[in-house]
């Protein structure tokens, strides 16, 4: 048999090439995430050069784990809900004016409260508040303030529109009632009247109407900033070091496993498997935690 060099003869002694194989490759992939969680957090997600970066840099890296949510199922449920709960309201709110009544209010309310959470939880806390967390990247930070800043006007001016329609469905009924029609036409105009004069709502349930969707959309805005990491692209690269570290583990408890039964190489791969994935865990748990 021809002789082979010792960085090939060793292989000889391998009981399971393939899975060895396959352990080297999860090594590598999770190696490789771990050194993008570790960059991100030198270059606060590639607002600092890295090829700059020193000690003495006076930009510290990001020194917490991330903050995010395991699972999304909640904030889709409270936004559903809010949806729901405020187009239920509002659908009371409409249908005194509405020819269909009840449906015809919920028409009218459905779509007014979908756009006044969905619009708060993606445009203002999802991409307005979030971007404002990074420091380091002026330009995101100063486009998402004013971002920030334009979708509250416009969501302040919907709900105030919607207060100011219930306002005038209200006094197209009572005109309506008297048997006068020369007004009834107002009611067609409710941004008119809310830009003319914003806060001259004349009725309580309009007050509610107002008090009720601003409140919503505040809760909305929250629920947006909150479904990832403040610092944009920081959760997800994280979630995917998480995946690469449990794949990582799931090797070495199958390594393990029959540990008297590996050859020296299997054994020194296993040991640089197990530093790399207590290095990993180390790091996950944030930067204050890393020895």
């Given at each position: 048999?021809?002789?082979?060099?010792p960085?090939?003869a060793?292989?000889?002694?391998?009981r399971?090439?393939?899975e060895?194989?396959?352990?080297?490759r999860?090594i590598?992939?999770a190696?490789?995430?771990h050194?993008d969680?570790?960059?991100?957090?030198r270059t606060?997600?590639?607002?600092?050069?890295?090829?700059e970066f020193?000690a003495e840099?006076?930009?510290?890296?990001?020194?917490?784990?991330?903050?995010?949510?395991k699972?999304?199922?909640?904030h889709f449920?409270?936004?559903?809900?809010?949806?729901?709960?405020?187009?239920?309201a509002n659908?009371?709110?409409f249908?005194t004016?509405?020819?269909l009544?009840l449906?015809?209010?919920?028409l009218?309310?459905i779509t007014?409260?979908?756009?006044?959470?969905?619009?708060?939880f993606?445009?203002?806390?999802?991409?307005?508040?979030r971007h404002?967390?990074?420091p380091?990247?002026r330009v995101h930070?100063?486009?998402?303030?004013?971002?920030v800043?334009i979708g509250a006007?416009t969501?302040?001016?919907?709900?105030?529109?919607?207060?100011?329609?219930r306002?005038?469905?209200e006094f197209n009924?009572?005109?309506l009632?008297?048997?006068?029609?020369?007004v009834?036409?107002?009611?067609?105009?409710?941004?008119s009247?809310a830009i003319a004069?914003p806060?001259g709502?004349?009725?309580?349930?309009?007050?509610?109407?107002l008090v009720?969707?601003?409140?919503?959309a505040?809760?909305?805005?929250?629920?947006?900033?909150?479904?990832d990491?403040?610092?944009?692209g920081y959760g997800g690269v994280?979630?995917?070091?998480?995946?690469a570290a449990?794949d990582?583990?799931?090797?070495?408890?199958a390594?393990?496993?029959e540990?008297?039964?590996?050859?020296?190489h299997?054994?020194e791969?296993?040991?640089?498997?197990?530093e790399l994935?207590?290095e990993?865990?180390r790091d996950?748990?944030?930067?204050?935690?890393?020895r």
């Amino acid at each position: 048999m021809t002789d082979l060099p010792p960085d090939l003869a060793e292989f000889r002694d391998v009981r399971a090439p393939s899975e060895m194989i396959a352990l080297g490759r999860t090594i590598s992939l999770a190696a490789a995430r771990h050194q993008d969680l570790l960059k991100f957090r030198r270059t606060w997600g590639g607002a600092v050069d890295d090829s700059e970066f020193t000690a003495e840099t006076a930009i510290k890296p990001i020194d917490r784990a991330a903050i995010y949510p395991k699972s999304h199922i909640l904030h889709f449920s409270v936004l559903a809900s809010l949806v729901l709960f405020e187009g239920l309201a509002n659908a009371y709110f409409f249908s005194t004016g509405s020819d269909l009544g009840l449906l015809g209010g919920w028409l009218q309310a459905i779509t007014v409260s979908f756009t006044n959470v969905i619009a708060a939880f993606f445009l203002v806390g999802f991409l307005g508040l979030r971007h404002m967390s990074n420091p380091h990247k002026r330009v995101h930070a100063g486009l998402a303030a004013i971002g920030v800043g334009i979708g509250a006007i416009t969501l302040l001016a919907l709900n105030l529109s919607a207060a100011h329609f219930r306002d005038l469905l209200e006094f197209n009924a009572a005109t309506l009632a008297v048997g006068a029609g020369d007004v009834t036409g107002l009611v067609l105009t409710p941004v008119s009247a809310a830009i003319a004069n914003p806060f001259g709502i004349e009725t309580l349930e309009a007050l509610l109407l107002l008090v009720l969707g601003t409140t919503f959309a505040v809760i909305a805005a929250f629920k947006g900033r909150t479904f990832d990491d403040a610092i944009p692209g920081y959760g997800g690269v994280t979630r995917r070091l998480e995946t690469a570290a449990g794949d990582l583990e799931k090797a070495l408890e199958a390594g393990w496993k029959e540990a008297k039964k590996l050859s020296q190489h299997e054994l020194e791969q296993l040991v640089e498997a197990k530093e790399l994935h207590d290095e990993i865990c180390r790091d996950l748990a944030g930067p204050s935690n890393h020895r």
